[in-house]
């Protein structure tokens, strides 16, 4: 016979033990709260939802083996604790917490006897994680052109250009609150037609809008939406016939859930965006007056409770991400009533700064999304709440917003937009 022999381990029972090539990983992934392991056996652990307890076995001997996997990559966010079940851990007793709570750990730990017990042999971070690809294109769709609402769409390229007008498909309405989702898709939700409603709208990653899906969710106007974690979308906020600070989640097959509990002051007119990684921020807006006032949303879709925000209190002040793990607010009305193109950058921790001088005409009711990988656009708007215009600025990799470009499309304002496409 041929082959390679592995080198093994005696047990001191005399059995042999498993090598590392030879830890037996079945195809289960756990999901759970509490898991139980045993040695020779490699583990995938989900802990997307959870924190997961893990007990190793109640007895061991030299040269037993195990393998924990984060299997994704969210071990950061939700830790595993490694219950020692009665057997040293590193040669502390299980009275001492064990936890790893870094995203993309392997654990691979051995038993080396009653001394110092299991001895993790490496617990490496898998540092070369699968990179998603980014968002070349984006989308301007509904609105109101001073006179009627309306349902047509504008595609931009990957070079920031607006497109000319595309037929509408879907109830004409605005005042409504777009996001991509799926990695490479947007949704268009609620909005009113003079009547509040909780239609949506998908967009496949072509561009092209389905039409109406039926309403999900509390009717509403006034609302903001963005993506979160890896590729879900989140609407939230908004005005029902009263201010409300309810959401509504939409997973990556772009399917919106009902009505969940929110978080915050109720508001209506935020700006929202992606920042960081996997998370969002809602920001400014109104609640009898306005306000800067900013929610920041984990990367499991929980809103978290007011906080602080930075820079003129605005309302209607859209947002859009831009660059890496950053966004910008820009455009709106501030206390006084009137009409402002100041912009605020926000970091990748979610803090706002401070004001950066108008460039542009000021206005309120723009749309914006992010295009191009890293660059981001703020179209359309009102300049007096009567009339409408078409005029958009482009955002470099470097959150600067540039001058005036002149309109393309139907003027509007109330209008929604968001990323989609993969390719340029």
């Given amino acids: 016979m041929s082959g390679i022999v592995t080198s093994n381990v005696f047990r001191s029972s005399g059995v042999i033990a498993a090598t590392a090539a030879g830890i037996n990983f079945g195809s289960t992934v756990t999901t759970g709260t509490t898991l139980s392991v045993e040695a020779g056996n490699g583990y995938f652990i989900d802990t997307t939802s959870n924190i997961c307890t893990v007990t190793l076995p109640g007895s061991a001997e030299a040269g037993d083996q195990i393998v924990l996997v984060d299997y994704a990559r969210t071990w950061g966010t939700n830790k595993i604790v490694i219950d020692s079940n009665g057997l040293n851990y590193q040669g502390q007793d299980d009275t001492f917490v064990v936890e790893y709570n870094t995203s993309g750990v392997t654990v691979n730990i051995v038993y080396s006897g009653a001394s110092k017990g299991w001895t993790p042999i490496s617990d490496d971070v898998v540092t070369d994680a699968p990179v998603a690809p980014t968002i070349q294109k984006g989308i301007f769709a509904f609105g109101y052109n001073a006179s009627a609402y309306v349902s047509m769409s504008n595609l931009v390229g990957s070079n920031g250009v607006i497109g000319t007008d595309v037929t509408g498909v879907g109830t004409d309405r605005g005042y409504l609150a777009a996001s991509t989702y799926g990695g490479d898709k947007a949704i268009f939700g609620f909005g009113t037609t003079g009547s509040r409603t909780g239609v949506t709208n998908l967009v496949n990653n072509s561009g092209v809008v389905a039409t109406d899906t039926s309403a999900v969710g509390t009717a509403k106007a006034d609302l903001s939406a963005t993506g979160y974690g890896d590729d879900l979308a989140i609407f939230a906020f908004g005005n029902t016939g009263s201010m409300s600070n309810s959401r509504n989640l939409v997973n990556n097959s772009g399917v919106v859930a009902s009505d969940a509990t929110g978080a915050g002051t109720a508001t209506q007119r935020k700006g929202a965006a992606r920042y ?17 006032t900013k929610n920041l ?12 925000g930075g820079g003129t209190a605005l309302t209607s002040h859209m947002a859009a991400q831009y660059g890496t793990g950053t966004a910008i607010f820009a455009f709106g009305q501030n206390s006084g009533g009137s009409m402002v193109g100041t912009s605020n950058l926000v970091n990748s921790s979610g803090a706002i700064a401070s004001d950066v001088s108008a460039v542009g005409t000021a206005r309120n009711f723009t749309a914006a999304t992010n295009y191009g990988g890293d660059k981001a656009i703020f179209a359309y708007g009102t300049p007096n709440n009567s009339s409408a215009i078409s005029t958009s600025n482009l955002v470099n990799s470097s959150g600067v917003v540039q001058s005036d470009v002149s309109g393309v499309g139907q003027t509007r304002w109330a209008l929604s937009a968001a990323g989609y496409s993969f390719s340029a």
């Fill in 297 to 308: 949303v984990s990367n499991t879709g929980v809103i978290a409770s007011d906080a602080t």
């Fill in 276 to 292: 960081g990684t996997g998370t969002a921020i809602f920001a400014f807006g109104e609640n009898g007056g306005k306000t800067n």
